[in-house]
Each structure stands twice: as C-alpha cells, then as structure tokens.
Nanobody
C-alpha cells in the first residue's frame, strides 16, 4: 500500500489542522488504520486508530477531546482533525495500516507506513 499524507504546517497554539492520508491502492474498510507521531528525540507514539469496521476510534490520552480520526472509504482517505493544538503536539505525523481488522495503539503490527507530514505549533 502507498500512502500520501498532507495537511501539516505551522499553526499557533490553540489553532487547528486537518491531516489527510490518501491511499492509492488500499481499501480502508478491510484493514485497521492509525495515525502515529514522532517528535525530535522521542519515540514514535500512537495518536489514534480505527478498526476496519469503522467503529469508535481509539485515542491517546494526550489528544482525547482535541483530535478526531475518521475514514472515507469512497475516497480511500483517512483524516485526523486536530483542534486546540499545543506546542507538545509538534511532530512528524504518519498514517499506517495493518492487515488485521482490529486496530492497535502499538506500532509493531503496522507494516504499511506513509512518509509523514510535519506539524509545528508556535506558542
């Protein structure tokens, strides 16, 4: 699977961004999909994931109430709406997919990754 992330950029604290993850040959409703992020000097961490049945997304505690993940199977695209951004959200954001219907907040099961899109938040 090939993913192309977009939507990153520079925003002031309290602002919003919407990330997109477009798949060229991937059917989101057959696999679990997730967003991860990696800040400089830190390990990659899960932000959110959705299982293949499109049920309620899971979120990291640090983004609950601020971020919303969704998928549009017709457009082969996953989204991450990020509101009330904080300087702590600065990172390279990746989308990923795994050949298993139930999503995981661990990076290990995910075998398909995008190149990432940079999110920068100024205080």
């Amino acid at each position: 699977a090939q993913f192309v992330e977009s939507g990153g950029g520079l925003v002031q604290a309290g602002g919003s961004l919407k990330l997109s993850c477009a798949a060229s040959d991937f059917i989101f409703n057959a696999y679990a999909v997730a967003w991860f992020r990696q800040a400089p000097g830190k390990e990659r961490e899960a932000v959110s994931c959705i299982s293949s049945d499109g049920g309620m997304p899971q979120y990291a505690d640090s983004v609950k109430g601020r971020f919303t993940m969704s998928t549009d199977n017709a457009k082969h695209t996953a989204y991450l709406q990020m509101d009330n951004l904080e300087p702590e959200d600065v990172a390279l954001y990746y989308c990923a997919a795994m050949v298993y219907p139930v999503c995981s907040m661990s990076a290990a099961p995910y075998k398909s990754w995008g190149q990432g899109t940079q999110v920068t938040v100024s205080s």
